[in-house]
């Protein structure tokens, strides 16, 4: 298991052992009511088939816009982007896709579940002597089914504090299958 997935395992295990001693010691359940867009960055970790690119951790930034239907659900839409660099080759993934949301409790802990695309860049900087710089690129895109977890403290009626783990399951269309994990800490505004 590479370092950074269980530094994220245990800082989500942190916020969990703040938000559960919240939801009893807090009477009134947190407004969860209206559209809510959020942003998160933190570090993702990217595993392809046959890949020989041993970079493998890169940075991440998790986005989401949702709607609750109820104090305990949202519906929306969410997506991940993940970037790595090394010796003039460049990856980076992209997911979009729609998703559900479940606030099981009153306190902040939460489970999603989506399905929607990806789409994998990578690009090489080619450099020949004598020559102009070129840029080489290959995109590949397919089906991306994503899943995530974690926990969140509001500030404010309208602000939440959280960190989270989403994972996404890649087909993409080159038959390649690829696999992402991110962790992020992120923050929530509600309108």
Same mark, same amino acid.
């Given at each position: ?17 703040? @938000? &559960?001693?919240?939801? @009893? ?9 209206? %559209? ?9 970790? &990217? =595993? ?9 951790? +890169? ?5 989401? !816009? =949702? ?8 519906? $929306?839409?969410?997506?991940?982007? %993940?970037?790595?660099?090394? =010796?003039? !080759? #460049? ?8 998703? &559900? ?13 989506? /399905?929607?695309? @990806?789409?994998? #860049? ?5 450099? /020949? ?12 895109? *397919?089906?991306?089914?994503?899943? $995530? ?13 959280? !960190? $989270?783990? =989403?994972?996404?399951?890649? *087909? ?10 991110? +962790?992020? *800490? ?6």
């Amino acid at each position: 298991m590479p370092r950074f997935v269980l530094v994220q395992l245990c800082l989500l295990l942190a916020a969990l052992a703040v @938000a &559960l001693p919240a939801r @009893a010691a807090a009477p009134a359940s947190p407004v969860r009511e209206g %559209w809510t867009f959020g942003l998160g960055v933190g570090v993702g970790h &990217l =595993d392809m088939k046959g890949d020989s690119l041993d970079r493998k951790q +890169g940075v991440a930034i998790r986005y989401n !816009l =949702d709607y609750f239907t109820t104090p305990h659900v949202a519906m $929306g839409f969410g997506g991940q982007r %993940w970037n790595a660099s090394k =010796d003039g !080759l #460049t990856r980076s993934l992209n997911t979009f896709s729609t998703r &559900l949301t479940w606030f099981p409790w009153n306190a902040g802990v939460f489970l999603r579940a989506g /399905v929607g695309v @990806a789409v994998v #860049t990578q690009e090489l900087i080619a450099r /020949v002597p004598g020559a102009p710089e070129s840029i080489i690129r290959k995109e590949d895109d *397919g089906f991306a089914s994503t899943v $995530g977890a974690g926990a969140d403290v509001h500030l404010w009626r309208a602000t939440r504090i959280g !960190l $989270g783990v =989403d994972y996404a399951e890649l *087909g993409l269309a080159n038959g390649v299958p690829a696999r992402l994990l991110v +962790g992020t *800490g992120r923050l929530s505004l509600r309108w």
